[in-house]
């Protein structure tokens, strides 16, 4: 089992920046991948960001490339998605989640996800 819990979120203007935390406890090694989701009301959850605890992986979706980064805390267990030039659009509940393999872009092999953090952001 692992478990996971994101911290970080909050309410800011467009074009402001926000830093979301996931720390990760428990059998972290048998999910060797972790990713970050969204899910705007009304809509389906979407991939943003992952990264292996390795560190030999990332990757970004398009309409985040450039402005969210992805970085890892190997010593806390702690994941990170820093995302700045924020956008009206980019509101949504922000998930972290685990994975042992499969397509990281993809929500199916996530075994494991938190229990999520609103992010919005004002126009």
């Known amino acids: 089992q692992v478990q996971l819990a994101e911290s970080g979120g909050g309410l800011v203007q467009a074009g402001g920046s926000l830093r979301l935390s996931c720390a990760a406890s428990?059998?972290?090694?048998?999910?060797?991948?972790m990713g970050w989701f969204r899910q705007a009301p009304g809509k389906e959850r979407e991939f943003v960001s992952f990264?292996?605890?390795?560190?030999?992986?990332?990757g970004y979706a398009d309409s985040v490339k450039g402005r969210f980064t992805i970085s890892r805390d190997n010593a806390g267990n702690t994941m990170y998605l820093q995302m700045n030039s924020l956008k009206p659009e980019d509101t949504a509940v922000y998930y972290c989640?685990?994975?042992?393999?499969?397509?990281?872009?993809?929500?199916?092999?996530?075994?494991?996800w938190g229990q999520g953090t609103q992010v919005t952001v004002s126009s």
């Open positions: 428990g059998r972290t090694f048998s999910s060797p991948t």
């Open positions: 990264a292996t605890w390795s560190g030999g992986r990332t």
């Open positions: 989640a685990a994975a042992s393999f499969g397509d990281p872009r993809r929500a199916t092999p996530y075994d494991y």
